[in-house]
């Protein structure tokens, strides 16, 4: 038979006009927050999460945060003194590396700094991160805290889990409707970096191993037209 002929369909999502709209906007909204904000700060994440950083947007409804392409950012501030928007806000760009932001404010710098020192949310980890601790589910009757709660305290995991955690690696098996292990099983190691099964075991027993953090970097002042560093500043 003849190869068919019919029309693909091209979603409009994964041409490059849209990619490039959206920079343009990115571009324009970073100079428009410069013109309306006393401070412009860089900030670093750890362990992203979408519905921790919509919290900090809520807390900071007065103010403006960008988390977009790194490059489009750097550019719409200036990486220059020829090219930079506002005098001296060049000597931001050095900090707007890796997985950064920008945080638009008229608030005092040190109740920001102040805030964002004290925060933090604790969350599941993802594949590819450090374990902070060791975690060993014990041997016998496996409950649904993995060891972490006295037995009196929990109650033992399904066994409709079973075949879940075995997929996992978990070396389990049934006995009388009770998901057992003859052996303790240790999941992660502290330092060991974590895979897919690790990380749906943690989640699975409770056990949290990341942490939302926002750390800032540095600011740039309207006012002063200069850029403090805030490891230096800490210091």
């Keep these: 038979m003849p190869k068919s002929k019919r029309a693909k369909v091209v979603h409009l999502s994964k041409t490059g006009k849209k990619g490039k709209e959206l920079s343009q906007r990115l571009f324009a909204n970073v100079q428009e927050a410069a013109d309306n904000f006393q401070y412009i700060f860089v900030f670093a994440v750890e362990n992203m999460r979408n519905s921790y950083l919509k919290e900090v947007r809520a807390e900071f409804s007065d103010s403006r945060i960008f988390f977009g392409k790194t490059k489009v950012m750097a550019k719409a501030l200036g990486q220059t ?57 014990p041997a016998g009757v496996v409950y649904s805290r993995g060891g972490e709660l006295p037995a009196e305290d929990d109650v033992p995991l399904p066994h409709s889990q079973e075949i879940t955690v075995r997929k996992w690696g978990m070396p389990t098996k049934l006995d009388k409707g009770k998901v057992m292990l003859e052996a303790p099983y240790t999941v992660c190691k502290e330092g060991q970096i974590l895979n897919s099964h690790q990380t749906a075991l943690l989640k699975m027993f409770g056990v949290a191993m990341a942490e939302f953090k926002v750390e800032m970097k540095a600011y740039y002042s309207a006012a002063t037209e200069s850029v403090t560093e805030v490891d230096a500043m800490e210091e």
Aim: net charge negative; aromatic share 14%.
């Design 81 to 137: 003194p020829a090219e930079e928007h506002l005098t001296n806000l060049s000597a931001l760009a050095p900090y707007l590396a890796g997985n950064v932001g920008l945080f638009f404010t008229n608030r005092d710098p040190q109740d920001i700094l102040e805030y964002f020192s004290a925060y933090a949310q604790t969350d599941f980890a993802r594949a590819g991160i450090a374990a902070t601790q060791t975690f060993i589910i």
